[in-house]
């Protein structure tokens, strides 16, 4: 697509369920990361991934956190039995390189998915 | 460990005056990357500026300028006559060239520029 795309755009749930946050990267493009917006947070990266693996997931908070990508396109990270403390915003970015290390740009982000949990 | 200090929470202007937001960073790599991102109201990030440490040229892009000084660790934006639509808020980020090229984000400038 022209641009990455995250669904659900808003998702609340109860404390304790799991939910699945979707990331449809630009395609072509085999670099997708995954990052946390609290409130008055910046941003904090979560896990990265190159095709289908994830060489750095030393941003996941906690094991309930997970995250796959297959057919090094779509990726979906995955929060099992969610706690208030999830209640964020949750970006994905991707890039068609490696990150921005040898072009002048930075990666393209979606517009995030706003997680609730009440 | 690396981080981004925006010390501003926000900040409000009236059209057409010039503003610059603060952007202090900390890092012991020689080589590192910085970024400036904007999120309007509907909160897609969207790319300004990256800066690589090498070179400390600044740049000026029609309203919008960066000044980056490695001696002061600081890469700070400067938007002239600011517009309403310039209202956002604006992230500071910066980048280290280990596996993921992961981005270390300051907490972010709130920007409200009023008629």
């Known amino acids: 697509g022209a641009g990455v795309s995250q669904s659900p755009s808003n998702k609340v749930t109860e404390k304790g369920k799991d939910v699945e946050l979707r990331c449809d990267p630009i395609?072509?493009?085999?670099?997708l990361y995954w990052y946390r917006q609290s409130l008055g947070q910046g941003l904090e990266f979560l896990i990265y991934?190159?095709?289908?693996?994830?060489?750095?997931k030393s941003g996941l908070p906690s094991d309930r956190f997970s995250a796959e990508r297959t057919g090094g396109s779509v990726s979906t990270l995955t929060i099992q039995r969610t706690q208030q403390e999830d209640s964020a915003v949750y970006l994905c970015?991707?890039?068609?390189?490696?990150?921005?290390?040898?072009?002048?740009?930075?990666?393209?982000f979606g517009s995030g998915t706003r997680l609730t949990v009440v | 460990a690396q981080k981004v200090t925006q010390a501003q929470t926000e900040i409000s202007v009236v059209e057409k005056e010039d503003v610059t937001l603060d952007c202090v960073y900390e890092t012991r790599d020689t080589t590192y990357y910085l970024f400036w991102y904007k999120q309007p109201p509907s909160g897609e990030l969207v790319f300004l500026i990256r800066r690589n440490s090498f070179d400390e040229q600044n740049e000026i892009s029609g309203r919008y300028s960066w000044n980056f000084q490695k001696s002061t660790s600081s890469f700070n934006f400067t938007i002239t006559a600011s517009q309403v639509v310039d209202s956002a808020v604006y992230f500071c980020a910066l980048g280290d060239t280990g596996t993921a090229s992961k981005l270390t984000f300051g907490t972010g400038t709130r920007l409200q520029v009023t008629l």
């Open positions: 991934f190159q095709g289908n693996s994830a060489p750095d």
């Open positions: 970015a991707s890039s068609s390189h490696r990150g921005f290390v040898r072009y002048n740009y930075g990666y393209t």
């Open positions: 395609s072509g493009h085999t670099a």
